[in-house]
């Protein structure tokens, strides 16, 4: 017989087959083990904000703790320590996204800030009057705004891919937005409202055959699929931290070192320059010359220590098992009678969004954070995609690797819940 530790440490099957051990994996979010009016927590906002490993939060402590300085400045032995770890945060970035270099990795603190910087540098530099940028219909307003603003600023036209009524983009239509007058395609890898993953490896091919850059918009891939920005080819790729198990406030914006150096820098100030007198300012070199001012130190090294623990996890096992509980929970959602699904394509990651005929999106969260069960219900930033289906909003669910079968089955039942209230 074995003794209980050894069982503890053997991997559970899940329900399909796919083997987590997902009961492990839950003792490293202390925030789970919590009730929330009485109920056992179920986080299923994950495409919102990831929960934090105690890993990360030890982390974060420690920095403050143990190692507080200011980076790339001091010759004392803390600012030296602090640069140390930082420095080596953004190497397990780079080996994160498989770029060739560090060079090519840039600390910003997210997503938004990471296409906002392409957009004014990149774009302010290389657009002009008549150009086009093309997006898709099914971005976050991250990835629809700054275009809008380089627009207004250079007199270029935003060009929109549409999707058909699975939630997936119409390639056709993308093949004939292209042309010589593209200068630029921005894309998410999977969209936060519907979970379509885009074939963003077609995407920049055919961009490519234009000579046009891609950057994609990678907030809900990454966390759950291995990213390989050199497989892919793309020129720009950006994520955020803190929905990688990481802290806000900090993220990563891949960008080719050849397309880096052409740019100026997004902003002015401490530690982007190398020489600044009245008359000239030389600039830092890569990826310094994007990162002025003290940056997220503490997030920074929070989103190392959470690249380690997902790599430990396992990114492929993590994904299979998201893929289960995807599949568990459309098709019990869908048996719901007047419950309709919104965001059907084929290609999914963990993300279901749903509208119950006569129920205000809104009704159903405040039921089901009633049962403890945390959700996202609202227009998701993407109001586009809402416009698209003809709905004001939807309710969603998003799972992480820590939810389990049980989190999904709560859910299902709350939906009963929401029905004897609203009928
Ligand atoms: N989506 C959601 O609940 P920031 O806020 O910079 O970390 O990420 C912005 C962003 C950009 N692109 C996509 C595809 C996203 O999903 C998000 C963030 C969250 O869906 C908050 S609105």
């Known amino acids: 017989m074995k003794a209980l530790h050894e069982l503890r440490s053997m991997p559970s ?39 934090k490993p105690q890993a990360v939060i030890d982390a974060i402590q420690r920095y403050y703790s143990q190692e507080n300085s200011n ?24 080996r994160f996204l498989n770029a060739s270099s560090t060079r090519e ?21 290389f657009l002009k009057d008549g150009d086009e940028i093309i997006i898709t219909a099914m971005e976050h307003h991250s990835n629809i705004v700054p275009w809008q603003i380089l627009c207004e600023q250079v ?26 007058r593209t ?20 995407i920049i091919e055919m961009a490519h055959s234009y000579n046009v850059p891609v950057l994609v918009d990678g907030a809900q891939a990454a966390p759950h699929m291995k990213v390989d920005v050199q497989e892919l080819d793309c020129d720009f790729y950006v994520f955020s931290g803190h929905k990688l198990y990481g802290p806000t406030g900090i993220g990563v914006l891949y960008g080719k070192e050849a397309l880096l ?3 100026p820098p997004y902003q002015g100030g401490g530690d982007m320059i190398s020489l600044v007198t009245f008359e000239k300012t030389h600039y830092n070199i890569l990826p310094f010359k994007f990162e002025a001012g003290t940056p997220h130190i503490a997030g920074g090294i929070g989103l190392g220590v959470a690249i380690d623990y997902l790599s430990r996890v396992g ?58 069960i945390a959700i996202r219900a609202g227009h998701h930033c993407a109001m586009p995609v809402m416009q698209r289906f003809g709905v004001p909003a939807t309710a969603r669910a998003s799972f992480a690797f820590y939810n389990t079968k049980e989190d999904v089955d709560a859910l299902v039942q709350a939906m009963d819940k929401v029905i004897e209230v609203f009928g």
């Open 155 to 180: 007199g270029a036209r935003l060009q929109v891919v549409p999707i058909n009524h699975d939630g997936e983009l119409l390639l056709d239509e993308y093949r004939r937005l292209l042309n010589e």
């Open 105 to 125: 990795t840039i600390f910003v603190r997210g997503t938004t800030e990471g296409i906002n910087l392409v957009a004014q540098s990149y774009g302010r530099t």
């Open 183 to 202: 200068k630029l395609v921005s894309v998410a890898h999977v969209s936060n409202a519907l979970g379509t993953i885009n074939p963003v490896k077609q």
């Open 71 to 94: 980076i790339h400045r001091g010759v004392h032995f803390l600012s030296e320590r602090a640069t140390e770890v930082y420095e080596g945060a953004r190497l397990k970035a780079q």
């Open 261 to 263: 150096e052409a740019m």
């Open 315 to 372: 990114l492929e096992a993590a994904g299979a098992y998201e893929q289960e509980l995807l599949a568990h929970a459309t098709r019990s959602l869908c048996a719901i009678d007047r419950l309709r699904v919104i965001g059907t394509a084929k290609q999914k990651a963990s993300v279901l969004s749903f509208v119950l005929e006569g129920v205000h999106p809104h009704d159903i969260g405040t039921i089901l954070d009633r049962e403890g």
């Open 13 to 51: 099957r899940s329900w399909l087959g796919v083997s987590f051990d997902v009961a492990k994996i839950r003792q490293d979010f202390p925030i789970l083990e919590q009730r929330v009016h009485g109920k056992p927590l179920v986080y299923l906002d994950n495409a919102a904000t990831t929960q």
